[in-house]
Every structure is written in structure tokens, then in C-alpha cells.
């Protein structure tokens, strides 16, 4: 059975910084792109970052490039997202996912963990 289960969430002052991480289990990953996505109440679930495989493919949300970075370790089938900077606006339940290279859409998500950001 493959699960994903994000860790690191928490209440954190405004310009503070957090570290997600989610491990993955039941499967191999290889050649999965490995993502996070948020969602605060009232609004629909956006895609924050995303990252190949190798690593050597990257995408954010404009509105965190420079202050959140995806990173993947494949030894450990986990990825992770540092956010710095954050601000009340970040606030929202963070998910990570998994899709297969080739696939559109994601296919495996975690449970989500709560980011609370306090001005």
C-alpha cells in the first residue's frame, strides 16, 4: 500500500521559517515527479512546487519562488520543502503528491499537515 505522510508543520511567526517533509512508502519512485500543494480555508487546493526525478527539473508558484525550495532525497523516497519568509497568507494544510513521469494528473497524496502563520 503506498502512503505519504507529511511531517513539519506547526504555528510559526511571520518571517519565521519551516521544514516539510514527506516520506513515501510502498513503492519505489523512480521516475516520479514529486510535488506540494496547499490549501487555506475557503480556497481551492493550489500546486506550490514540483520536482523530477533526477532533481534536475524544478517548478514553483511565482508567489514563493525565492522564499520556498523543493528538494528530494531518492535513498530515503522523501521530499521536502523549506519555506522561509513565511508570511499569514501562507497559511493553509500542506500536501505533498506523486504522479508518474508520463502521467498528467497526481496520483498519490498525503494526508496533509497544517501550516499556521501568526503576524
Known amino acids: 500500500q503506498v502512503q505519504l505522510v507529511e511531517s513539519g508543520g506547526g504555528l510559526v511567526q511571520a518571517g519565521g521559517s519551516l521544514r516539510l517533509s514527506c516520506a513515501a512508502s510502498?513503492?519505489?519512485?523512480?521516475?516520479?515527479?514529486r510535488a506540494w500543494f496547499r490549501q487555506a480555508p475557503g480556497k481551492e487546493r493550489e500546486f506550490l512546487a514540483a520536482?523530477?526525478?533526477?532533481?534536475?527539473?524544478?517548478s514553483y508558484l511565482d508567489s514563493v519562488k525565492g522564499r520556498f525550495t523543493i528538494s528530494r532525497d531518492n535513498a530515503k523516497n522523501t521530499v521536502y520543502l523549506q519555506m522561509n519568509s513565511l508570511k499569514p497568507e501562507d497559511t493553509a494544510v500542506y500536501y505533498c503528491a506523486a504522479r508518474y513521469i508520463s502521467r498528467r494528473e497526481y496520483e498519490y497524496w498525503g494526508q496533509g499537515t497544517q501550516v499556521t502563520v501568526s503576524s
Open positions: 510502498g513503492r519505489t519512485f523512480s521516475n516520479y515527479v
Open positions: 520536482i523530477s526525478w533526477s532533481g534536475g527539473t524544478i
